[in-house]
């Protein structure tokens, strides 16, 4: 109990001076929640510069795949780059294809099987990396509040402790280590609000993206199906 | 990801800097420097029971109403007197009148009774006379010390005009009472009556009353007259007093009886000592400890306690009575709490009884306080048991 300080009156009330007061609990859950605030904002920025960039990807795989390109020479480019998007779920279906008919492939059935199912796996692979770490950004935004609650709770209750011992309740002894307590909760949530804000805005976003892609399997699923049909029906 | 990382880190270091210099202790409330106000915790009793002072004023020992100061004579003035404002109107002696009350309303009081005579009599026959009587007033007034003289100076002047007024009235008089016995005694009782047996009994103070009233025009005049009457039947006045006495009570006499006296009189509220906490009139006053003892004291040594009651001494009862301003008991004293013994009871009550006989000394001015008083008899406090 002698090493709870209680903050003198009209001592700094700065926001530096009211964290440096903070007993090192209270400290902890402000420092752990500011670095929950820059990894969610990294998780933010990232994210947008992600999407952004996969909309374009998807807009212009869009418009050189309806340009009326063949489709081969279109995998042949796109083969040895990185693909993202609608380029990987072309690239893997185009892949499946050609190893069917490479190896000469009797059954048109299994072959549309196979390419559906590799066009899934290669939507699956994108959704995965576009809706990586978005999880962290709900976490962030539910906890964070509560955390900082805990800091500030933990703050009041030694406050409390010192007033105390020092038997003084004026208000200029009892508001510093409030405040202090407060900071926490502050904190907690300016991390929270552009957390849960963020969360929202960007699984929208990726939902939308998916939806897109799954669009584009769908018709490549049925352009390869006509495809099959037609290389099987002269054979027949 | 990495950019990411960095730009949110870049930002948060960024806004931090920014929040630390910019956000830094906020000022403090502006709280004005005003001294604590403080606050006395007054019984209700000190409320309601306040005694006449200042309520500004300082508690003092004694309580003491607020000074009044005797308002300034202003030395220019011409005229002096108690008016807050000069006026150029003469005084109007307000204290002569004073002394000679009872002299002087006698005067007016037989004029009622003239009045319906004038009224009935032809006027221009007594108007005259006031004249004359205004003139002789004066005269008399120094001299009516002894009273025959006064009568004699009236006499020769008035004489002239006297026969004329004197036989209407006395016929009228006739008529409005209708039982005279004697009927020159009946005229003489309507005219005089009083004032000339009041002239006897008090006759050094009489002259300046005379004079005084007459400023009243048309009451003077006629009151001039029936003095003038009075003088000459000095004789009749003896025989008139016993059935003066039955016509005491006399509706028109009624504004003659009243105090016209102004209502001036009584003295400012007025201390040398400086005034003292206290409300604008007195709420209530309380019996000090000291008078209280002296009270039971007192009853005391009237008390007898019930011979034979086992015990009595641990018993108490609260006897409440009333006292009058000479401390006399009024009403029978009442049990207010029974010890719940009949027979101390009725040993207090007969205490308080018997005290009275004896005559309880009680200190004066404290009248509101003797009106209803409670004793506590305490065989152990009173009677040392």
């Known amino acids: 109990m002698e090493n709870i300080a209680l903050a003198e009156p009209g001592a700094q009330l700065s926001i530096w001076a009211l964290f440096m007061q903070a007993s090192w609990v209270v400290k902890l859950v402000m420092i752990g929640l500011l670095c929950a605030s820059v990894w969610t904002w990294a998780i933010i920025i990232d994210k947008l510069v992600a999407y952004g960039r996969m909309r374009l990807a998807l807009n212009r795989f869009e418009q050189v795949f309806w340009s009326g390109q063949s489709l081969e020479e279109l995998y042949r480019t796109l083969a040895d780059r990185k693909t993202t998007g609608m380029g990987a779920i072309f690239v893997a279906a185009m892949r499946e294809w050609k190893k069917s008919f490479e190896k000469g492939a009797k059954t048109p059935l299994g072959l549309q099987t196979r390419i559906d199912k590799a066009m899934d796996l290669a939507l699956t692979r994108e959704m995965e990396k576009l809706e990586g770490r978005l999880g962290f950004l709900a976490t962030t935004g539910s906890a964070a509040p509560f955390i900082g609650l805990f800091g500030t709770v933990i703050g009041i209750m030694t406050s409390f402790q010192a007033i105390a011992g020092s038997k003084n309740t004026s208000l200029a002894v009892v508001a510093p280590g409030i405040a202090e307590a407060l900071l926490a909760t502050a904190i907690g949530l300016l991390a929270a609000i552009p957390a849960v804000i963020a969360y929202n805005k960007l699984s929208s976003d990726a939902s939308k993206i998916a939806v897109r892609m799954e669009g584009f399997s769908d018709e490549f699923s049925a352009i390869l199906s006509r495809q099959i049909d037609e290389k099987v029906a002269p054979k027949a | ?385």
């Not at chain 2, 009350?101 to 004038?118: G, I, V």
């Not at chain 2, 039955?246 to 001036?264: C, T, Y």
């Not at chain 2, 006292?323 to 029974?338: N, Y």
């Not at chain 2, 719940?340 to 009248?367: I, M």
């Open chain 2, 1 to 385: 990801m990495k950019t990411g990382l960095t730009t949110s880190v870049i930002l948060h270091t960024a806004v931090l800097a920014f929040g630390l210099f910019t956000l830094s202790a906020p000022a403090a409330l502006p709280s004005a420097n005003v001294e604590s106000v403080a606050v006395d915790i007054v019984p209700m009793e000190a409320m309601a029971q306040t005694l006449q002072g200042d309520k500004k004023a300082v508690m003092h020992e004694k309580p003491a109403p607020l000074p009044t100061q005797r308002p300034d004579i202003v030395p220019a003035s011409q005229k002096v007197g108690e008016n807050s404002v000069d006026t150029d109107k003469p005084i109007t002696p307000e204290a002569k009148p004073k002394p000679v009350d009872m002299t002087s309303a006698p005067p007016p009081a037989p004029t009622p009774k003239e009045k319906p005579s004038t009224e009935d009599v032809p006027k221009p026959q007594e108007k005259p006379k006031p004249i004359p009587a205004t003139e002789v007033a004066p005269a008399p007034a120094p001299k009516q010390e002894v009273k025959p003289e006064p009568v004699k100076q009236t006499e020769p002047k008035p004489t002239p005009a006297k026969p004329a007024p004197t036989p209407p009235p006395q016929d009228k008089t006739a008529a409005i009472d209708p039982t005279p016995e004697v009927k020159p005694d009946a005229v003489a009782e309507a005219i005089a009556k009083d004032p000339p047996t009041e002239e006897t009994q008090l006759p050094s103070s009489a002259p300046a009353p005379e004079a005084r009233p007459k400023p009243q025009p048309a009451q003077a005049e006629s009151a001039k007259a029936p003095d003038r009457k009075d003088a000459e039947k000095p004789v009749k006045e003896a025989s008139s007093k016993p059935k003066s006495d039955d016509k005491q009570f006399n509706a028109n006499e009624i504004s003659a009886l009243l105090d016209k006296q102004k209502p001036s009189g009584g003295g400012a509220k007025r201390s040398t000592q400086q005034a003292s906490l206290g409300g604008e009139k007195d709420q209530g006053q309380k019996l000090s400890k000291s008078e209280q003892g002296a009270l039971e004291d007192q009853l005391g040594h009237c008390w007898t306690l019930p011979v034979g009651l086992e015990g009595s001494e641990d018993f108490t009862v609260v006897i409440r009575f009333n006292l009058d301003a000479s401390g006399k008991l009024e009403g029978r004293p009442t049990v207010e709490k029974s010890s719940g013994n009949p027979q101390f009871d009725a040993s207090a009550v007969r205490a308080v009884q018997k005290c009275d006989v004896a005559g309880l000394q009680v200190p004066a001015g404290k009248q509101d306080i003797w009106s209803d008083v409670r004793v506590n008899f305490d065989p152990r406090a009173m009677l040392g048991l």
